[in-house]
T-cell receptor, first 114, second 115 residues
Framework: ETGVTQSPTHLIKTRGQQVTLRCSSQ?????VSWYQQALGQGPQFIFQ???????GRGNFPPRFSGLQFPNYSSELNVNALELDDSALYLC?????????????FGPGTRLTVL | AQSVTQLDSQVPVFEEAPVELRCNYS??????LFWYVQYPNQGLQLLLK??????LVKGINGFEAEFNKSQTSFHLRKPSVHISDTAEYFC?????????????FGAGTQVVVTP
């Protein structure tokens, strides 16, 4: 069974640029959630995708957007990068369709904005 | 909205000593509770979860947690720690009212195990 994978591992961008992060969900999972973890803090929920549709969003501006593909992999896009966007971005996959879902996390993408 | 409070930001502990990490949550409605561990430069690994049933939950690596509804707490314990338990531990709650399994995390507790 393949776990959750994310790419790239690390990324350095400058303010104003755009970035795309990628996530492959665990085999059999149709739901992907994205979290932002700033240094020294707990992860914060960005949004969730279920069967290619957004299924809930946290308190993040519209410049954070996402996609889910038919194979349930997902992308997180961030436009007009700001210094505060520097963080570890975590993707989690789950079976979906139930409130008792357990999320399984990938290793994360470390984004640095200069 | 849910909130999760981890009462200790850092817990130093000697090898083979017991450790308890404290977690309190805000809601009185039905909740699902989780503990995750994060080793340096890695993602989150699920230690254990409480969904329903017995209030004492056993997880991986010898960890256990007790759900206390009246005190809205979900404290994590291990009777004897190893050097390899040095990591950041996160308590998380899902209240089932929003996205499936959406998690609200605490700020984390850094456990440092010394010989």
């Amino acid at each position: 069974e393949t776990g959750v994978t994310q790419s790239p591992t690390h990324l350095i961008k400058t303010r104003g640029q755009q970035v795309t992060l990628r996530c492959s969900s665990q085999s059999g999972h149709n739901t992907v959630s994205w979290y932002q973890q700033a240094l020294g803090q707990g992860p914060q929920f960005i949004f969730q995708y279920y069967r290619e549709e957004e299924n809930g969003r946290g308190n993040f501006p519209p410049r954070f957007s996402g996609l889910q593909f038919p194979n349930y992999s997902s992308e997180l896009n961030v436009n007009a990068l700001e210094l505060d966007d520097s963080a570890l971005y975590l993707c989690a996959s789950s079976l979906g369709g139930t409130q008792v879902d357990t999320q399984y996390f990938g290793p994360g993408t470390r984004l640095t904005v200069l | 909205a849910q909130s999760v409070t981890q009462l200790d930001s850092q817990v130093p502990v000697f090898e083979e000593a017991p450790v308890e990490l404290r977690c309190n949550y805000s809601s009185s409605v039905s909740v699902y509770l989780f503990w995750y561990v994060q080793y340096p430069n890695q993602g989150l690994q699920l230690l254990l979860k409480y969904l329903s049933g017995s209030t004492l939950v056993k997880g991986i690596n010898g960890f256990e947690a007790e759900f206390n509804k009246s005190q809205t707490s979900f404290h994590l314990r291990k009777p004897s720690v190893h050097i390899s338990d040095t990591a950041e531990y996160f308590c998380a709650v899902s209240d089932g009212t929003d996205s499936w399994g959406k998690l609200q995390f605490g700020a984390g507790t850094q456990v440092v195990v010394t010989p």
